[in-house]
């Protein structure tokens, strides 16, 4: 039996071809045979450009973009998804979305970080929107591994540097691998090649290490965790959360609230 994977990400993919490929040929080399991944971005004209940088390094405005990520997983359980995927390094209302929907819901953010610290490794982190290092640390953190974490830092480039880097990756691969040097410097004996532009560069162009430190394939590791879910919750192993946090809501009433605030996905 198949399974079918929403994955969401946090930019408008129809402004980003070479990405958007590069994304589809990873997936397919890291999902199962059986393993279908259907790919969502944010809706047409969410940002001024095709950068949503400006406006995710603010909390209040990556709060209110968050929204289309609540709605994108109420329509992932609404249309018979098995999983639903928040494929970006911020994962905006994670735990939120959670409490939302029945269905397994996996983060690019935590399942890089739990796949950082196999074999009780310590870990850093790079990204390229600067403000994001802050908000990494706190998320990691909330998921329990913030005493693994040796740092989180700006990898020294920008998103227009790496969407540049699909065609020319070399001199970009070289600073990245500077930058990573520095972490290592540190302790850090894994790397999350922060957000997925960058990560799916790195992978495409098989760099998986630096000096012997392995790079953590981010993208891949929300795979095979979102897969992972799904077979367990097939096999009767899910359990239903409790509590404020994991508790999830009745699905009449929430559709009630979604409605009353124009957020019925329907």
């Known amino acids: ?46 940002y001024r450009t095709n950068y949503p940088g400006d406006d995710i390094r603010h909390a209040g405005m990556q709060y209110l973009h968050s929204l289309q990520f609540m709605q994108g997983a109420v329509m992932a359980e609404r249309q018979g998804y098995d999983a639903f995927a928040l494929s970006t390094l911020p994962e905006p209302g994670l735990h939120d979305i959670r409490t939302l929907v029945s269905i397994p819901v996996v983060g690019y953010g935590e399942c890089a970080a739990r796949a950082a610290v196999g074999d009780g490794r310590r870990f850093g982190a790079l990204v390229f929107i600067p403000e994001l290092a802050e908000l990494y640390r706190e998320n990691v953190r909330r998921h329990g591994l913030g005493c693994r974490l040796v740092g989180a830092g700006d990898v020294g480039f920008r998103f227009n540097d790496v969407l540049a880097a699909f065609d020319r990756p070399e001199a970009l691969i070289d600073r990245f691998r500077a930058a990573a040097r520095m972490l290592i410097a540190q302790g850090a004996e894994a790397i999350v090649p922060g957000e997925a532009p960058l990560n799916v560069l790195l992978a495409m162009n098989g760099v998986n290490e630096v000096d012997g430190v392995e790079i953590v394939d981010s993208l891949g590791a929300w795979v095979r965790a979102a897969e992972a879910a799904v077979l367990a919750r097939r096999a009767g192993e899910d359990t239903a959360g409790c509590g404020y946090f994991g508790a999830t809501v009745d699905p009449v009433r929430r559709d009630e609230v979604l409605a009353f605030y124009g957020l019925d996905p329907r």
Do not use: P
């Open 1 to 46: 039996m198949s399974i079918r994977i929403w994955h969401q990400s946090f930019t408008v993919l129809s402004d980003l071809a070479a990405y958007d490929e590069a994304l589809r040929a990873h997936f397919r080399r890291v999902s199962r045979a059986d393993t279908v991944i259907d790919m969502h971005g944010m809706r047409e004209g969410t």
